[in-house]
């Protein structure tokens, strides 16, 4: 099993800026990728950020340019670094790691509010 929890998230203005931080504990071996997903209300859970085990990165064109997604793994760290916020990057925003063959693991999500 692999146990994910989100912080960082809160209310900030447009234009602001949050850096959520996942801590990745438990049976972490063979984790092949890890992502951000957000689900806004009444919309669909979608994917912002993946990085793969060789620290590949992709983006959702929403937030390409704005967010970065990172790994350390030393730590068992997953980071979302995200700028120039906007209202519609309001969400649930959710940790996800994969592993080949296994059902993917979340965390239980953190808040994210954008002010305009």
């Known amino acids: 099993q692999v146990q994910l929890v989100e912080s960082g998230g809160g209310l900030v203005q447009a234009g602001g800026s949050l850096r959520l931080s996942c801590v990745v504990s438990g049976n972490t071996f063979r984790i092949t990728g890890m992502g951000w997903y957000r689900q806004a209300p009444g919309k669909e859970r979608e994917l912002v950020a993946f990085i793969n085990s060789g620290g590949n990165t992709s983006y959702a064109d929403s937030v390409k340019g704005r967010f970065t997604i990172s790994r350390d793994n030393a730590k068992n760290m997953l980071y979302l670094e995200m700028n120039s916020l906007k209202p519609e990057d309001t969400a649930v925003y959710y940790c996800?790691?994969?592993?080949?063959?296994?059902?993917?693991?979340w965390g239980q999500g953190t808040h994210v509010t954008v002010s305009s």
């Open positions: 996800n790691a994969q592993k080949l063959f296994r059902t993917p693991y």
